[in-house]
């Protein structure tokens, strides 16, 4: 029965499989780079997980460095899509080394007004690209 259905909907010009969204815009980061530093979709942001590098791709030492040059990472690319830190509602924090979370956290919640904290999540890991001590993700709200 199922194999007559699917059949009976190709033939229809309909299929069971979902259409790509032409309503996409990804936008690309560095020139070469595997990914894209944010896609909008359905009036949301997803922002690539940003490492602390600075504009020549060099890591500054230790962990407050690193979280404040993130941190203004994820700024200036939520900024160039028009938006700001206002409209950041989820994060996803890897961390090289849990001991600091403490330490990052001090450094995170100067981004955001205390009634607009965004929810995350916070996770140890293994390595991360380039030896980063942290990797922080996030969703926004499109206007």
């Not at 979902?18 to 595997?34: C, E, N, Q, R």
């Not at 404040?68 to 990472?73: D, F, I, S, Y």
């Not at 001090?106 to 942290?134: E, H």
Request: overall charge neutral; charged content about 20%; hydrophobic content about 45%.
């Amino acid at each position: 029965m199922r194999h007559t259905l699917v059949a009976g909907l190709m033939l229809a010009g309909l299929s069971t499989a979902p259409a790509l969204a032409d309503d996409m815009v990804f936008h690309k980061s560095f020139p070469g780079a595997p990914f894209s530093e944010s896609v909008e979709v359905d009036g949301v942001l997803y922002l690539s997980g940003q490492l602390g590098t600075d504009a020549n791709l060099k890591l500054p030492d230790g962990m407050a460095a690193q979280g404040r040059q993130v941190m203004e990472n994820i700024k200036a690319a939520v900024e160039n899509r028009g938006l700001t830190m206002d409209h950041v509602f989820k994060c996803t924090v890897m961390m090289a080394d849990m001991k600091q979370w403490g330490d990052f956290n001090k450094i995170y919640i100067t981004y955001f007004k205390p009634d607009r904290l965004p929810a995350r999540s916070a996770f140890g890991t293994n390595g991360l690209a380039l030896g980063a001590l942290l990797e922080v993700e996030c969703l926004a709200k499109m206007r």
